[in-house]
């Protein structure tokens, strides 16, 4: 086992989801490792929020960006060297609220980097507001009477942004996040997973999520309409359950790949050529 | 009669007519004649109509800057005459386009009837102005031909037809001789500015489309080949800064471009890279504001703006050029600067710089060339922040054999968070110390230019763009003439020699409020008169003449 801790002192509140989601992904990159993926080609990238003081808490690589930034951030970390493989640990909040553009583009670019969305469904480290997924009728700070807004469904925009991979999965359940992980970095292309993870201080929701989610499989994995299916059975509201797993896969050109295709290694730029046309 | 030659053309047209690319034909046909020449560009924002021109001087010394009056009017359409035949001189001519405009006076070419009857595309009559306008200036037909050959790339053959049949219809009306030898490339602002940094190393550039910045991303893209780099436009330019400090953490150089309203979203990450010292170099082409403004024309307004990007207590290069050989030497010094200090840079430009064309020395190129970072030595474990006696850490990249921790975050030496005191200091101090390390390479550089007469006691200041008609008008009128280039850390020994002797100075800018005085002041120097335009168009040089007459 590769020796992941750092000198840090984890401040996450006894109990937090992110323990579940810290453990699953130093399994997956041990098992990266183990598999012949150098660990200085893993890069972890984080955002702003309790989840991302993950990058504390691992000794590898890493880059701690702005709020809702990660995402770019990463995909200028991967543009710039195609051979790393990219974590991207953020919450909800940044994923939906403030970074929302950032993630449906790289969706959409399909940038070869792994996002991982702690979905506590709600701001935790400003202390309790809500978010872009938070139910109607969340009483936080600054809703006192209650959200007056329905969340939306991120895995649904994620589809429609055409993700190439897509899963689901919940912090409780280490063995198989780390799993999800480990397909996510092998699939060439943007994986989005979403983590559900309960906020014990805030939103606790760990008896909720035991008693709603369920392991599902996709028989045709590149099908929208069966991952569509499977999407909607959860409104993000208190009905319906909740499948975790891969939900959708459909491999495609990535967007660093296609940038850097034209690069030849040491060649010097032909400024000299490009002058004799400003003649 | 003028002593030197030193001639003033206005082409213009509705957008969408092709008025600007006639105006860069005939900047090089006489550039091929040996002549100076430079080239200022006036759009508006909209994609057909309107009224768009080109002012293009040729002259036999070198001047960046223009003529209120005109000595040829090329108009591609009858509004051209009605807006510029005021600022025609006594002797001056308009050369037109006969099938659309009627009058008497001047030189009328059938453009329109030679185009239709050699079976050419509607554009190609302007081939058939340059043409006439060519033969009415007495330029030899091999000189237009080779130019032509050169400049169109669709229909030569037609194109060429059209010029000869044109060429021959037209009378001489004047001969403008031969100067010298050898032509300098023509290249706009921002062209220089993407030559400065592929020369000094650039590996990507990310951008959102932005006037006046936009032709940076046009033509690395163009040539993302011949200089093997990576262009990128992305979502916004929240993305464009933060994908380049990834990829600067990365390891690999990186530039940004935008304008204003880009350059406010982008502060944050300005911050961002000072905080975890990666490098980038940003560049910032002012246009008339605040707000959306007047989005295709000039201004100086973003100055103090840009001093002060990005929150948190922190240093960055800026520096504004004032030519295309500038523009070159500085985005080429500051990425290299921005890698050795490893920390935001911004080159400061304006429309007026960015889009106008000037002549380029090649010589320029030579001074510029990518200088070494500092770089781990592989040897113990790697530290990102290591407590450097000059505040500079080595760098390290992910691919290396080390744990490379970046962070926006206060760290400790490793690049792990930290909130106590102690700690804090220890970081905060070492930043401290490159920042005075950044003041001292500052000194070491040519970061205050000083032309005209250098024993005038009376002085005018003058930077970016400004610098073309403000250089003019000093010599002139025979004072001193200060440019400053590198704006932060602010080169205080050089301005205080720059000063010496002088009891009275002027500040020349295009804004409203005098932005470079109150940098001046809040280093000491005290400005006495401030001559600012804020109609968002330069000054011209009879303009500046007349209010620096009587200082």
Not at chain 1, 28 to 37: F, V
Not at chain 1, 133 to 162: D, W
Not at chain 2, 257 to 276: V, Y
Not at chain 2, 328 to 350: E, F, M, R
Request: proline letters at 3%; charged letters at 25%.
């Amino acid at each position: 086992m590769e020796n992941l801790e750092t000198t840090s002192i984890n401040t996450w509140c006894p109990g937090c989801g992110n323990f579940g989601i810290l453990q699953a992904v130093k399994l997956a990159i041990n098992d990266l490792i183990s598999k012949g993926t150098p660990k200085e080609n893993i890069v972890i990238v984080s955002d702003i929020g309790c989840n991302s003081k993950i990058v504390d808490y691992l000794n590898i690589n890493s880059f701690y960006s702005l709020h809702g930034r990660s995402i770019v951030t990463a995909m200028g970390i991967k543009m710039a060297n195609p051979e790393l493989k990219i974590l991207v640990f953020l919450g909800d909040g940044a994923a939906l609220d403030e970074g929302i553009s950032h993630l449906i583009h790289a969706a959409k670019r399909n940038s070869d980097i792994n996002v991982i969305m702690h979905n506590n469904r709600l701001f935790a480290l400003t202390t309790g507001q809500f978010t872009a997924v938070s139910p109607k009728g969340l009483k936080g700070k600054s809703t006192p009477e209650g959200s007056i807004e329905e969340p939306i469904n991120p895995l649904e925009l994620m589809l429609a942004a055409n993700s190439s991979f897509i899963a689901r999965a919940y912090s409780a359940k280490i063995e198989h996040l780390k799993n999800l992980i480990i397909e996510a970095v092998n699939h060439k292309g943007f994986s989005f997973i979403e983590v559900m993870q309960p906020c014990v201080t805030f939103f606790n929701t760990v008896q909720f999520y035991n008693e709603k989610v369920y392991e599902a499989v996709n028989p045709e994995l590149d099908s929208r309409e069966k991952a569509l299916a499977l999407i909607k059975e959860w409104n993000y509201n208190g009905e319906g359950k909740i499948p975790v797993g891969i939900l959708f896969k459909k491999d495609r050109t990535c967007f660093e790949e296609e940038s850097n295709k034209h690069l030849v290694k040491d060649k010097k730029p032909e400024i000299e050529k490009c002058l004799q046309t400003h003649l | 009669m003028k002593n030197k030659k030193d001639y003033s053309i206005i082409i213009g047209g509705a957008a969408g007519q092709g008025s600007r690319k006639a105006g860069l034909i005939i900047a090089k046909l006489f550039n091929n004649l040996g002549y100076n020449v430079f080239i200022s560009e006036d759009y508006q924002s909209l994609i057909k109509g309107g009224h768009n021109f080109s002012i293009v001087r040729i002259s036999e010394s070198q001047h960046f800057s223009t003529r209120e009056k005109a000595d040829f009017l090329l108009a591609l359409d009858a509004n051209t005459i009605d807006k510029h035949e005021k600022y025609l001189e006594e002797k001056g001519c308009v050369v037109f386009n006969k099938d659309k405009i009627k009058r008497e006076k001047g030189v009328g070419i059938a453009s329109d009837t030679i185009t239709k009857e050699l079976g050419g595309l509607p554009i190609m009559s302007n081939t058939a102005l340059i043409a006439g306008f060519s033969k009415a200036m007495g330029i030899e037909w091999k000189v237009l031909e080779d130019a032509l050959k050169k400049e169109l790339t669709k229909g030569i053959e037609k194109n060429l037809e059209i010029a000869k049949r044109a060429y021959e219809e037209t009378k001489t009306v004047l001969i403008l001789e031969r100067i010298k030898a050898n032509p300098d490339p023509l290249l706009t602002g921002n062209e220089a500015i993407a030559l400065g940094a592929v020369k000094a190393g650039l590996d990507i550039y990310y951008a959102y489309p932005m006037t006046p910045a936009t032709s940076i991303l046009h033509y690395l893209a163009e040539h993302e080949k011949d200089f093997n780099i990576i262009t990128s436009q992305l979502e916004n330019e929240i993305a464009v800064i933060n994908s380049a400090i990834g990829s600067a953490f990365a390891g690999k150089r990186s530039m940004v471009g935008t304008s204003g309203g880009g350059f406010a979203l982008m502060t944050e990450g300005i911050s961002l890279a000072a905080q975890a010292e990666t490098p980038v170099l940003i560049i910032n082409s002012q246009r008339s504001g605040p707000a959306t403004g007047v989005p295709t024309y000039s201004s100086q307004a973003d100055l103090l703006f840009t001093l002060n990007s990005g929150h948190g207590d922190f240093v960055r290069f800026i520096a504004a050029p004032g030519d295309a050989n500038e523009s070159c030497y500085w985005s080429g010094k500051l990425l290299n600067l921005a890698w050795k200090y490893q920390t935001p840079a911004i080159l400061l430009v304006d429309k007026e710089l960015s889009e106008s064309t000037f002549e380029f020395d090649e010589k320029v190129l030579k001074e510029i060339k990518k200088e070494k970072a500092s770089l781990w030595s592989g040897k113990g474990e790697y530290m990102r922040y290591a407590d450097a006696k000059n505040g500079i850490s080595p760098m390290a990249f992910p691919g290396n054999k080390a744990v490379v921790k970046g962070t926006s975050y206060e760290h400790d030496i490793k690049g792990l968070s930290v909130e106590d005191s102690e700690s804090i200091i220890l970081m905060q101090e070492k930043r401290l110390r490159k920042f005075k390390e950044m003041a001292l390479e500052v000194d070491s550089l040519e970061a205050v230019k000083v032309y005209g007469n250098k024993k005038s006691k009376k002085a005018i200041i003058a930077w970016g763009s400004t610098k073309g008609v403000a250089l003019e008008v000093a010599i002139k009128l025979g004072l001193k003439f200060i440019q400053p280039l590198v704006l932060q850390p602010f080169p205080k020994k050089q301005f205080e020699k720059a000063l010496k002797g002088v009891d009275k100075l002027v500040l020349v800018e295009c804004s409203a409020l005098g932005q470079m005085a109150k940098l001046l002041n809040c280093n000491g120097i005290k400005v006495d008169k401030e001559i600012l335009k804020y109609d968002m168009r330069p000054f011209t040089v009879e303009e500046l003449e007349k209010k620096l007459k009587n200082i």
